[in-house]
């Protein structure tokens, strides 16, 4: 029976992400690359090196490591391939390695729609791989600092909402109360629309 994984909800970090993709190109697959185009040994110089057990089993594996990578090459080929819109940013930027400003002419985005096509095209390539390949290319953004951004938004409308109203000794209550302690959204939310409830009567 099929079964489906629950969505990942973490949101990703596409700076990164696009970072971890480039260092996997530059190295992980340049280095497929290399052992793919192993050349065949001849049937000549096969025949002048020393007959031994060993050789042979050097011969053997240089096969198997060449016959692995070409087939690693096929199959990230086949990820490129799957992503739709975006494969002709991810394709021109690491397999046939152009420059922004080619890329840019080739595919006629400006400077900043290409780059967030290459980002954007980057996190589905390395999800895509992380699935698939078991790779840990995606980078995913702090979700406790997300939760501590939102904590200080919420506490910024609060105090303009304080201080618009000139209900600032309520305010320093709840500034020394809840600041220093675990930012709990949910709970600081019903806190607000009380206190709002409240603002609200007194008028």
Not at 77 to 90: C, M, Q, R, T
Not at 100 to 119: D, K, V
């Amino acid at each position: 029976m099929m079964r489906l994984d629950p969505p990942d909800t973490r949101e990703v970090d596409y700076s990164k992400t696009h970072n971890n993709v480039t260092n996997w190109f530059d190295t992980e697959y340049s280095k497929y690359q290399r052992l793919a185009n192993i050349p065949e040994i001849s049937s000549v110089r096969m025949s002048l090196a020393p007959k031994s057990t060993v050789h042979a089993n050097g011969i053997e594996d240089l096969t198997v490591t060449r016959a692995n990578a070409k087939q690693v090459l096929e199959f990230v080929e086949a990820v490129i391939n799957s992503l739709g819109d975006y494969k002709p940013f991810l394709e021109a930027r690491y397999i046939k390695k152009l420059q922004a400003w080619q890329i840019e002419e080739r595919l006629g985005f400006g400077h900043s729609q290409t780059q967030t096509r290459i980002r954007k095209a980057c996190a589905l390539f390395a999800q895509t791989m992380d699935m698939t390949a078991g790779t840990q290319l995606t980078a995913y953004k702090d979700q406790e600092w997300s939760h501590l951004l939102k904590f200080i938004i919420i506490l910024a409308i609060v105090t303009a909402i304080n201080v618009y109203l000139k209900r600032r000794h309520w305010y320093s209550r709840f500034y020394i109360k809840y600041l220093s302690s675990r930012h709990d959204l949910q709970r600081l939310s019903l806190m607000i629309d009380k206190r709002l409830k409240q603002l609200d009567d007194e008028r």
